[in-house]
């Protein structure tokens, strides 16, 4: 079997400020991460590969060059290889234009059984990327797989989460799988694999190797127009009602009213 991992390096949420003034992100200084769900789908991944004899896991990453270290952990954690998609002419990519070029480098590649993607990335958080690159493909998407059941020659059976359990979908391959934490527990990084990780080359494609004009890609081709971003004011401290239930079911009725709620 095939399968490609899609990646995504991000600032650690932990980290991040926002800038009081122009309301966007400091990354300045801020430590890079893989995705939290994209460890979940690439252990996923690893875990095919474990079980199946003669798979291979490939990693693709749309990103600045920084990314490799991200991909390096990857290829760390078991991964086969590692692919970056990294130009000038890719920056400024919304989802639209994200996706474009990741089913480009897909495209690139060539044929493959599974495409595991994160359900969402921590920083854009739109969980439109995976979706959106199975559409660009033409192949089908699962979202929310949290769990794989049975993989068969030319079918998967996964579980889907929903918000009150989930739902069995067999799905056709090749196909695209968003990945969430509850689907596993990612294995750490060996000693062992981190020094062949830094031995292994990680190819890098532009947008000449990918076939696609800069127009197709990055800003240009990014319908998205950010109108604001801000952070919301923090709310006001709660109140705490003193006194017996009754006493404080009346001072609740009475502050509702108050406020025309009731
Ligand atoms: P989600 O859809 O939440 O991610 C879901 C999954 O898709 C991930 O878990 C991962 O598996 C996969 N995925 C997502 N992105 C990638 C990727 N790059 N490589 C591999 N797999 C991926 N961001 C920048 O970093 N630089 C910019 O210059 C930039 N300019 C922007 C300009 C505009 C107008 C807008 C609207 C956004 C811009 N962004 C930029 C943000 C960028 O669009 C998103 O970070 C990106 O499209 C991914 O969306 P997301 O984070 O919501 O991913």
Known sequence: MKIIVLAKQVP???????????????????????????????????????KNP??????????????????????AMGADDAYLLSSRAFGGADTC?????LAAGVRQLGDFDIIFAGRQAID?????????????LGVPSVSYVQKVRKVEEKT????????????VIEVQKPCLL?????????????VGRIEEAYKKEITV?????????????????????????FTPPPKGAGEMLAGTIPEMAGTLVAKLTEEHVL
């Not at 234009?97 to 070029?101: D, E, F, I, W, Y």
């Not at 998967?156 to 739902?167: M, P």
Request: some cysteine; charged content about 25%; proline content about 6%.
């Open 156 to 167: 998967l059976t996964v579980e889907r989460a929903l918000e009150d359990g989930f739902e």
């Open 124 to 136: 854009g958080d739109t969980a439109q990327v995976g979706p959106q690159t199975a559409r660009r």
């Open 205 to 229: 494609w532009d947008e000449g190797s990918l076939h696609v004009t800069p127009d197709e890609v990055g800003l240009k081709a990014s319908p998205t127009q950010v109108f604001r971003s």
């Open 97 to 101: 234009a994200t996706s474009t070029t």
């Open 54 to 75: 003669g798979t291979t896991v490939s990693v693709m990453s749309m990103g600045p060059p920084q990314a490799k270290y991200m991909l390096r952990e990857c290829l």
């Open 178 to 190: 968003t990945a969430i934490k509850e689907l596993n527990k990612p294995r750490y990084m060996s």
């Open 12 to 50: 650690d949420t932990n980290e991040v400020k926002i800038d009081p003034v122009k309301g966007t992100l400091i990354r300045e200084g801020v430590r890079s991460i893989l995705n939290p769900d994209d460890a979940n789908a690439l252990e996923a991944a690893l875990e095919l590969k474990d």
